[in-house]
Protein backbone atom coordinates (compact mmCIF):
# COMPACT_ATOMS: atom_id res chain seq x y z
CA UNK A 1 0.00 0.00 0.00
CA UNK A 2 1.54 3.43 -1.12
CA UNK A 3 2.28 6.18 1.53
CA UNK A 4 0.84 9.66 0.61
CA UNK A 5 1.91 12.92 2.53
CA UNK A 6 -0.73 15.47 3.81
CA UNK A 7 -0.28 18.69 4.81
CA UNK A 8 -3.42 20.30 7.03
CA UNK A 9 -4.51 23.61 6.17
CA UNK A 10 -5.52 24.42 10.06
CA UNK A 11 -2.24 24.03 12.00
CA UNK A 12 0.39 23.63 9.02
CA UNK A 13 1.41 19.95 10.19
CA UNK A 14 2.67 17.66 7.78
CA UNK A 15 2.27 13.91 7.57
CA UNK A 16 2.32 10.66 5.84
CA UNK A 17 -0.69 8.29 5.68
CA UNK A 18 -0.88 4.74 4.21
CA UNK A 19 -3.89 3.99 2.06
CA UNK A 20 -5.04 2.29 -1.19
CA UNK A 21 -4.28 3.57 -4.15
CA UNK A 22 -8.32 4.43 -5.20
CA UNK A 23 -8.43 6.40 -2.06
CA UNK A 24 -4.87 8.72 -2.77
CA UNK A 25 -7.32 11.98 -2.85
CA UNK A 26 -9.45 11.57 -0.16
CA UNK A 27 -8.99 14.53 2.50
CA UNK A 28 -7.24 13.00 5.79
CA UNK A 29 -7.43 14.17 9.32
CA UNK A 30 -4.23 15.20 10.84
CA UNK A 31 -2.71 13.72 13.81
CA UNK A 32 -4.41 16.87 15.68
CA UNK A 33 -7.39 16.04 14.54
CA UNK A 34 -8.17 18.56 12.18
CA UNK A 35 -10.21 17.41 8.85
CA UNK A 36 -9.63 18.12 5.33
CA UNK A 37 -5.77 17.58 5.07
CA UNK A 38 -4.62 18.21 1.63
CA UNK A 39 -2.15 15.94 -0.42
CA UNK A 40 1.32 16.87 -1.20
CA UNK A 41 2.88 15.79 -4.34
CA UNK A 42 6.10 13.88 -3.61
CA UNK A 43 9.05 13.24 -5.14
CA UNK A 44 11.20 10.50 -5.81
CA UNK A 45 15.02 10.34 -5.96
CA UNK A 46 16.66 7.05 -7.79
CA UNK A 47 20.08 6.47 -6.66
CA UNK A 48 22.13 4.01 -9.43
CA UNK A 49 23.99 0.75 -7.76
CA UNK A 50 27.18 3.07 -6.95
CA UNK A 51 25.45 5.33 -4.86
CA UNK A 52 25.47 7.90 -7.42
CA UNK A 53 22.06 10.05 -8.76
CA UNK A 54 20.78 8.59 -11.53
CA UNK A 55 21.88 10.54 -14.68
CA UNK A 56 19.33 13.51 -15.62
CA UNK A 57 17.41 12.79 -18.93
CA UNK A 58 18.53 14.24 -22.22
CA UNK A 59 16.73 17.25 -23.53
CA UNK A 60 14.58 16.89 -26.03
CA UNK A 61 15.12 18.37 -29.35
CA UNK A 62 13.27 21.68 -30.45
CA UNK A 63 10.27 21.43 -32.61
CA UNK A 64 8.26 18.36 -31.26
CA UNK A 65 8.15 16.07 -28.72
CA UNK A 66 11.05 14.05 -29.75
CA UNK A 67 9.09 10.64 -28.91
CA UNK A 68 7.17 8.11 -30.80
CA UNK A 69 3.71 10.19 -30.58
CA UNK A 70 3.04 11.13 -34.27
CA UNK A 71 2.75 14.49 -33.20
CA UNK A 72 2.90 16.81 -36.11
CA UNK A 73 5.14 19.62 -34.50
Do not use: I, K, N
Not at 57 to 67: M, T
Amino acid sequence: MPLYEFRCRTCDDTFEVRRPMSEAGTPATCPQGHEGAVRLLSVFASVGASGSPAPAAAPRPAGGCGGACACAH
